[in-house]
């Protein structure tokens, strides 16, 4: 849904993934789930402001959600090996000119 050709859509899945993030990250915690999940989540950063917004919303939350709760598992959680793209695709994101 997140490449719908309608961009209320579009922000209406996003907004939903967001509080998917929020308060069901475990769900996403899956390696087959997240890999999807983070890809198509990135790509849709990118899309119009609204959309853009809800989706960094997302990342923040699945973020804080997923966030080790002891020392020995700082080290890495499942969105360990999105870190590299997910800080690109956010680093990009907060030069764009269409807000």
């Given at each position: ?8 859509v ?60 002891t020392?020995?598992e ?22 764009r000119?269409?807000?």
């Open positions: 849904m997140f490449k719908d050709k309608n961009a209320k579009r922000e209406a899945i996003s907004w939903v993934m967001s509080r998917v993030c929020e308060h069901h990250a475990d769900v996403l915690s899956n390696p087959q789930i997240i890999n999807h999940f983070m890809f198509c989540l990135l790509e849709a950063v990118k899309d119009r402001p609204r959309i853009s917004n809800q989706c960094c919303s997302a990342i923040m939350k699945l973020a804080s959600s997923l966030e080790p709760s020392q020995q700082q080290r890495a959680n499942a969105l360990t090996p999105f870190y590299a793209d997910t800080m690109q695709v956010l680093l990009a994101n907060t030069e000119d269409d807000f």
